[in-house]
């Protein structure tokens, strides 16, 4: 394994943390994303990158550590909160319910998002998140066009 890909895969360490690893992760890459709303482009590109290059080092973590998702892999909890938040308005209580949904959806997952926990190598680390992204981001568009 190398270096970069611990790194990564971690978020820079953010899933070291010894508490909840996962919404520290994502707790951490909010403020992140919130400032690339702005620019719909840079967000999009950012979240591409994140997502294979997510892939890719988990994967590389994962067989080095011989576990299928290790807990202090939190590069898919950021991608996944990155897919929550797209085309989000620059509104923070918007985008704290998008953290909170996004968090549930990831913790108490749906039985299709359990399912693709069991698919092997760095998609199957990145997918149940990336569901639980999409989940969330309808639902907030949903109430985007209602609420805000």
Known sequence: MNKFSYIFSTFFYAGKFPIAPGTFGSLIALPFFYLLLGNRLLYFIVLAFLILLGTITSKIVSESYHT????FIVIDEV?????????APKNIIYVVIAFVLFRL???FKLPFIKAAEHIKNGIGIMLDDILAGLIT????RISLMVFF
């Open 68 to 71: 299928e998702d290790p807990s």
């Open 137 to 140: 981001f309808v639902i907030m």
């Open 105 to 107: 959806f990831d913790i």
């Open 79 to 87: 991608a996944g909160l990155g897919i929550a938040m797209m085309l």
